[in-house]
């Protein structure tokens, strides 16, 4: 059984930074790319950042480049991402998600989803 579970959200003000991690089980991590999305009302899903199995291959959405670095550690299976100056738009569920495969063309519609951790910036 897949499992990814996602912690680290919570609530912060405009300007600061959180760390998002990521742990998964039931698959080869290594295997896999992974990705960081998110939801909010109104505006639907966004791929915030995905890294191939290597972390070779690395894309993040424009609304974010500069701010948020995902990383991933094949040894712990744990994928993390590290938000910096949020922005009251930033606010949304994020969830993490495992693609099939180890590479990806688009940062969009993984195979295996968290139940994902909600993350609220006020100004």
């Known amino acids: 059984q897949v499992q990814l579970v996602e912690s680290g959200g919570g609530s912060v003000q405009a300007g600061e930074s959180l760390r998002l991690s990521c742990s998964v089980s039931?698959?080869?991590?290594?295997?896999?790319?992974m990705g960081w999305f998110r939801e909010s009302p109104g505006k639907g899903r966004e791929g915030v950042a995905c890294?191939?199995?290597?972390?070779?291959?690395?894309h993040y959405a424009d609304s974010v480049k500069g701010r948020f670095t995902v990383s991933r550690d094949n040894a712990a299976n744990t994928l993390t991402l590290r938000m910096y100056r949020l922005k009251p738009e930033d606010t949304a569920m994020y969830y993490c998600?495992?693609?099939?495969?180890?590479?990806?063309?688009?940062?969009?519609?993984?195979?295996?989803w968290g139940q994902g951790t909600q993350v609220t910036v006020s100004s």
């Open positions: 890294i191939s199995s290597t972390s070779r291959t690395v």
């Open positions: 998600a495992a693609d099939y495969t180890a590479g990806f063309i688009e940062c969009a519609d993984f195979g295996y």
């Open positions: 039931g698959l080869t991590f290594s295997d896999h790319a």
